[in-house]
């Protein structure tokens, strides 16, 4: 998959709006509702048993109710509900409405699911859903997307129309607590960030999308019932990373490349009782490809009374370096510096030295919760893109917060906006980790965010953040002047390539840096 624009709601109705005034009434209600039918009956193993349609009041519902309408042409046992007692809302639902009652679909206000359902539909709300509830019965609703969720919990096929009902297609956040878990959702014109980061992975399941013939057919013809249209294309509000993310790491190494020319990367953190992430970190760099790998523990190494000279006793590749941080010729040109993970109180120490020197850093963990208790290190690193120098975060959720001086439920209500605002304010780039990592640049280099759809819930397991941050510092020590919002793209999608391959149970961070690195040579020529 490649690189696909993502679309919030005012780009959707932007290029709805042009749809629609390039179309015949009715058409592109008539196409979304064909193609939930088409999917459905796709889903739809037990012919002898029924199909629920939860219709919303808005034109999510009339897609419901053009759907039901195919399907019970189809001969499917069909029940449509409407949690509503005024009729359709648009002309375009209330003509699907009016349809769907002439050909003889059943549609009721029961809104109690009809026994032995095989494959539930949810069209009660799409892009039109606010967060104020503005539409009564509200019991009426949630009562509805309760039956929704537990039809899912009870592994029945739920597909949702274009967005699960009560998840924000802007942020991915829950609207309402009860927001549908659907197994499928088929989204129409646009693909929508929300369904993507924040509660979107785990709210759409597997993810479909259909045009409504907008963008032409595959031989470039767009659909003989739509008008040619003057397109202006809205901007998009961020990008959805695709495999395309990888072009520049499925290359062979130049023939003639050695170790100097991969560059080097030095790991700094690994406090007492933390050194398993520096050495994680370590160790994900030397497999990403950097040439030369060095680490350094911070804190004391004889009292932690286990060390061993070598850096990491396991991989006798990585250098151990004393933490110089001051002495001249310390930051080299060829040198990317990963730092934090596991640095513990230590790192704030090293870090003036570090933000004033290091051309290319990568910040994690405790460096990034010293920084964000230090103004005085956040103006260093503020300074740092003047003079060349680039900087990468990688927060989760918390450290994000407590960089922004809020608290995750607000980073987690607005991941895209948290992330660019820090990208903004710290004026570096920033990864929002989490499931649907955001991937930001700082506003003045004209780049829009960057969300992840690789990854999986194997990579919820200790020491995979600093294996992110290790991978990133690798790939970047390799293209020290390739663009580090590109670079962080790959290594998020790559990270999460490697989650989805373990199917179920935590993938342990060591074994997570051996799956990166077997991905590649899978890849190879
Ligand atoms: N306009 C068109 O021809 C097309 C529309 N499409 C569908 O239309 C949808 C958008 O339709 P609408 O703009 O009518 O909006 P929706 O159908 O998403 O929702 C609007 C309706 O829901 C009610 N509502 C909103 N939030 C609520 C809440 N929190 N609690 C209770 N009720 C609430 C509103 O009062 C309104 O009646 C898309 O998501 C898509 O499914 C697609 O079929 C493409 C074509
Ligand atoms: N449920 C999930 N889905 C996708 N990615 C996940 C999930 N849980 C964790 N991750 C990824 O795993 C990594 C965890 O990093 P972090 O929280 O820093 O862990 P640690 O500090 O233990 O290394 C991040 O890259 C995050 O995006
Ligand atoms: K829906």
């Known amino acids: 998959m490649h690189t696909l624009s993502l679309y919030g709601i005012a780009g959707t109705r932007t290029l709805e709006t042009q749809a629609l005034a390039a179309t015949p009434p009715q058409a592109l209600m008539e196409r979304a509702g064909l193609a939930v039918?088409?999917?459905?009956?796709?889903?739809h193993n037990h012919a002898e048993r029924p199909i629920?349609?939860?219709?919303?009041?808005?034109?999510?519902?009339?897609?419901?109710?053009?759907a039901a309408r195919h399907l019970h042409a189809q001969g499917c046992q069909v029940i449509a509900s409407l949690p509503t007692r005024q009729s359709a809302g648009s002309v375009d639902a209330h003509a699907a409405l009016l349809a769907a009652q002439a050909a003889g679909v059943r549609i009721t206000q029961d809104l109690t699911p009809p026994a032995r359902t095989a494959l539930a539909i949810d069209a009660l709300l799409g892009i039109g859903a606010t967060t104020k509830p503005d539409h009564s019965p509200d019991q009426a609703l949630h009562q509805v997307l309760?039956?929704?969720?537990a039809l899912s919990a009870r592994d029945i096929a739920t597909l949702a129309v274009d967005v699960p009902s009560?998840?924000?297609?802007e942020t991915g956040e829950c609207l309402h607590a009860d927001a549908v878990h659907a197994t499928h959702c088929l989204t129409f014109l646009t693909l929508k960030p929300g369904l993507f980061t924040g509660h979107g992975p785990a709210h759409c399941g597997e993810i479909w999308f259909d045009d409504l013939g907008l963008s032409g057919d595959f031989s470039g013809n767009v659909a003989n019932d739509i008008a040619p249209i003057n397109r202006i294309t809205p901007d998009a509000d961020a990008d959805l990373i695709g495999h395309d993310s990888l072009l520049n790491w499925l290359r062979p190494a130049h023939p003639l490349s050695h170790k100097g020319s991969h560059g080097d990367v030095w790991v700094i953190g690994g406090a007492p009782a933390m050194r398993g992430a520096a050495r994680l970190a370590a160790r994900a760099a030397l497999a990403a490809g950097a040439g030369r790998v060095y680490g350094s523990m911070l804190g004391d190494i004889t009292v932690a009374g286990d060390e061993t000279p070598e850096f990491d006793s396991q991989r006798p590749e990585l250098m151990r370096r004393p933490v110089e941080v001051t002495a001249p010729g310390t930051f080299l040109p060829s040198l990317t510096v990963v730092c934090g993970c596991g640095g513990g109180q230590e790192i704030h120490a090293v870090l003036p030295a570090i933000l004033k020197g290091a051309a290319r850093l990568v910040l994690d963990a405790d460096g990034l919760n010293a920084l964000g208790a230090d103004p005085a290190l956040q103006a260093l690193l503020i300074q740092r893109r003047a003079v060349g120098q680039n900087t990468v975060l990688t927060p989760h959720p918390l450290e994000a917060a407590r960089l922004l001086g809020t608290d995750t439920h607000r980073v987690q209500a607005g991941r895209l906006k948290a992330a660019q605002e820090l990208a903004d304010r710290l004026n570096c780039h920033v990864v929002l980790k989490g499931a649907g990592s955001v991937v930001a640049a700082p506003a003045d280099t004209g780049r829009k965010p960057l969300i992840n759809c690789s990854g999986s819930p194997a990579l919820a397991t200790p020491g995979s953040g600093d294996v992110l941050a290790g991978w990133l510092g690798g790939l970047w020590a390799q293209a020290p002047a390739a663009c580090p919002q590109g670079l962080a793209a790959a290594a998020v999608y790559w990270h999460g390539l490697a989650g989805e391959s373990q199917g179920l149970g935590p993938l342990r961070a060591a074994d997570l840096?051996?799956?990166?690195?077997?991905?590649?040579?899978r890849w190879g020529p």
Do not use: Q, T, Y
């Not at 629920?52 to 109710?65: E, K, Q, R, T």
């Not at 840096?513 to 040579?521: P, T």
């Open 37 to 43: 039918a088409k999917l459905a009956l796709a889903l």
């Open 166 to 169: 009560g998840l924000s297609v």
């Open 513 to 521: 840096i051996e799956r990166m690195h077997g991905l590649r040579s």
């Open 52 to 66: 629920w349609i939860a219709c919303g009041p808005g034109n999510n519902g009339g897609d419901g109710l053009v």
């Open 146 to 149: 309760r039956s929704l969720n």
